[in-house]
């Protein structure tokens, strides 16, 4: 079997990455490097890189940002529920603060504010629909994320209507 | 996955995954703020992701964000010539395995910068990561011969990088 240099080359690498190498593709490549000076070199320089990148410097993550990472994380104050639940949360909280509100509002038959507490409460009820709003759209974009990440089906690709339905064998051997 | 199988698998990756977003961006500062947000992806989906994989989620995760970052930043690969070595050395805390790295170490380093990012990539894996053939598809989701072909080229280029810098290896 004849090699070619690009043959003997790929057989080459493949052999520096540690795969098998079937033994009459080896023979026919030994054969190869012992009459190709071009390929003997090529061995000697890829083996050369190979070592060479192995023995790269390891790069050192500093300190200073694996404290950062260890205070957002294990270190957080909320590090029992992942994100996504946090603004689940922080969404609900708002709608219950909203909703109470509006449950006293209901028996409060004589409301007495002066104008300044009027001011307060439309800047605070303004401020708690910002938040809802924001809390909704983040658990939209978390549901969009897991949809397009795949981790959920969307209920979309299990409608079914006006496909042709799928018959089992028994079905058939029935009406027939 | 607990808090204590966490901060282990940090603490055993840190170096990696901060080390190929260096190599994968060509800037220290881009590379530290990616491997931060690996690892706290990782907490974020400490319940999905299995401890045995841990290497590979990390790596896949980085390489993700690099992308990301690249397109988004706009990062030139031109950037990663020599400028990038003396920040590689100044964060090597370890003198005696930058002075083993050697010139060749130094002029495969350059060379490297020198790739195109997707062949940069693979050979980072292989290489340096050790990451096997079927882990760098999945980690790049390219079949498992591209990835082959890929590493094959990148290699050779990498060799006539060196010769044209006047590096016989």
Sequence with gaps: MNMTCDQAQAMIQERIDGQ?????????????????????????????????????????????ALEEVWDRT?????????????????????????????????????????????????????????????????????AMEKVLGGQVTPALSKITIGLPAVQSGNKRRTGA | MDTDTYQDLVVRHKNLVH???????????????????????????????????????????????????????KVRSEVFGDAVLDPVADVTPNPEKQSAAGELGRAIEAALG??????????????????????????LSQPLGTVKARLHRARIRLRRELVEAGVTP
């Design chain 1, 20 to 64: 098998m190498v079937d033994g009459t593709e080896r023979n026919a490549m030994e054969l190869h490097l012992q009459s190709c000076d071009a390929c003997r070199r090529f061995q000697a320089d890829m083996l050369e890189i190979h070592e060479g990148l192995g023995s790269l410097p390891e790069l050192e993550f500093p300190d200073d």
């Design chain 2, 114 to 139: 020198q790739l195109r990012k997707e062949d940069r990539t693979v050979v980072l894996l292989r290489e340096v990561h050790h990451t096997s053939y079927e882990e760098i598809a999945r980690i």
């Design chain 2, 19 to 73: 080390g190929y977003a260096y190599r994968m961006l060509g800037n220290r500062e881009d590379a530290r703020d990616v491997a931060q947000e690996v690892l706290i992806r990782l907490w974020e989906n400490r319940e999905k992701v299995i401890p045995d994989s841990g290497k590979a989620w990390l790596l896949r995760t980085t390489y993700r964000l690099c992308v990301d970052r690249t397109r988004r930043k």
């Design chain 1, 74 to 142: 294990v270190r957080s104050p909320s590090r029992g529920a992942s994100g996504h639940w946090r603004w689940m949360a922080a969404a609900a909280a708002v709608l219950m603060v909203a909703l109470a509100g509006s449950w006293f509002g209901l028996f409060d038959t004589e409301p007495e504010y002066s104008p300044a507490e009027v001011a307060r409460a439309t800047v605070e009820a303004r401020a708690a629909l910002g938040l809802a709003g924001q809390a909704l759209q983040r658990s939209q974009d978390v």
